[in-house]
C-alpha cells in the first residue's frame, strides 16, 4: 500500500500511478512506497493552492493562529508515530526523531504566536497625506527540504509561510517522504483545502515542477549548497522569483590552549552531530586546534569518537543511526579513500559495520582524521557523514582565523577560549551565519539561523523568516486638507 499526496485537501496518488520505494536504511526492508509526481500533480497541487490563497490571504489573524496552533496540537497527538516513521525512513535513532517532533511543535507554536507581528509602519508624511505600509503574502509557496530531519523541517518549515498568509505546496525528499506524507494526511481535515498541499517525487520531475512553476514566486530551499544553485538557476529562467536557500555547512570549531580540553574534546564529538550520523548541516566537521594542545587533543577526540557505537534506530544504547541511502553511503566511505589518498592521518572509524546485527544496514563507523591538509578536499568539501577532519594545528589567531574562513562555505563556527578578547575577536570575524562560544550545535529559538557565502540567502526560525514570507507595499493617501 502507497502512502498519498495531498493535493486541495484530497488524497491522490501519482496521476500515471508512479511510485517510489521506502526502504529502512538500517534494515535493508522495504518499508512502503511513495508517489512520484508527475509534473501535471506538481500543477495541480500549485493550482489548488492558487485558489486556496484567495480566501485564506482574507484569513483573519486569529484564524492563522488557530490553525498553526491546531498543526501543533495534531503533531503532538502523533508524536510517536511520526518520529517513528522518520526513525525507520532514514535510519536515525528514535530518540533524536522524538526530539525532531518537539522542536517541530515548538516552531508551529512560535509562529502562532508571531501572526500579529507581520503589521507594517506609518511614516511621517506632510499635512494631509498619510503615509503606511503593510506587510502582504506572496500567494503559493514552493517550500522543498532535505532528509536528514525530515518530519522537523515538514511541519515546521510550513509555520511561517502559512502565518504570513501563503499557501504552501511542500516536496519532502524522495528519500525520507513517509512522515510529510502522514503529516498532510493527518491535517486534511483541519486545514481549508488547498492550503498546504504535499507533494513527493525525485528532485528532477517533482521538484524541478515546482520550482519552475510561474505562479510560484516564493521558493525556500533547504539542501544541497549544489541543488541550491540549480534551483537559483532555474528559477530565473522562469521569473522573477523570490528565493531563499539553506545550504550546506563545512564548519570550522577552533580550540585555543587556554580552554578546557575535556570539555572542548567532548564539545567536538557532540557538535559533529554523530547521534544523526554527522548529517546535519551545522556539523563542525572541521576542527583547527592550537599546536600545544593538538597531540592530547587528537589522542583524547579518537578514543571518544571510537567508544561510539553504532545501532539499530530502538536501541537505547546506540550512539548513532544508519546512512540514510545507498549513494550517500558511498560517497561517505570515498571520502575516507580521498582522505587517505591525500596523507591524512586516519585516527579511528571510517568503516562499514558489518557485525552485531548490523549487516543488512547501512552503518560506518564514525571517523576522526588528523593531519588533513586545509586546502584538501576532505577539509573543503561538505560529506554530510560521520567523518570529522582535524587539520594541521595552528601557531596563533591569526592563522586560525585565516584556517577557518578558508573555504567557499560559511553556516556555523565554533570557538573555544577563556580569554574574552579572543572570543569576541572572533565571533566578529569568523565568516558564520552563526557563531557559538565554547558551546556547539544549540538552536536558540527565535535567533536567526542561516548561512553566509555558498551557505545560502536568509534567515530562518526567528522573526526574519516569518518577514521573509511577506513583501511589503506602501500607501501614500493625499486627503486634501
Ligand atoms: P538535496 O539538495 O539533494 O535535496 C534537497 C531537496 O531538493 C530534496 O527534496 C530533493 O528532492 C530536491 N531536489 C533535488 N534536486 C532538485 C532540483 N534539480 N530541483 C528541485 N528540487 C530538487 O539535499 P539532501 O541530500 O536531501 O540534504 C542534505 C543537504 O542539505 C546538505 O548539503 C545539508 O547541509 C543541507 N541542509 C541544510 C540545512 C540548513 O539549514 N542550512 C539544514 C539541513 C540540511
Redesign the pocket.
Known sequence: MSADMVIGGKLRPASDGGVLDAWNPATGARLDTIPDATTEDVDDAVAAASSAFASWRRSTPGERTALLTTLADVVTAHADELARLDADDNGSLYREMRRDVDVAVFSLRYYAGLVLQTHGDTVPSEPGTLTYSVRRPYGVVGR??????PLM?AASKIAAPLAAGNTVVI??????SLSALRLGELVADVVPPGVLNVVT????R???A??AHPDVRRLA????????R??QR?AAEVAIKTVT?????KNPLVVFPDADLDVAVAAAVRGMNFTWQG????SLSRVVVHRDVHDAFVERLAARVGALRPGLPDDPDADTGAI?NAG?LDKVLSYVRLGQEEGARLCTGGERVTDGGLADGLFVRPAVFADVDPASHLAQE?I?GPVLAVLRPFADADEALRIANATSLG?TASVFTRDLGTAHRFAEDLEAGYVWVNEVGRHVPGTP???VKD??IGR?EDLDELFSYTQLKNVHINYGR
Open positions: 522543498l527540504i532535505p532528509f536528514n530531519h523541517f516536496k519532502p525528499s524522495e528519500h525520507t517525487g525525485t528532485g528532477a517533482c521538484g524541478d515546482l520550482v530551499f533547504t539542501g544541497s549548497t549544489a541543488t541550491g540549480a534551483i532555474r536557500l539553506e545550504l550546506g555547512g548529517q546535519s548541516c551545522g540514510v550517500q561538505e554530510f553556516l539561523f542561516g548561512g551557505s545560502g530562518e
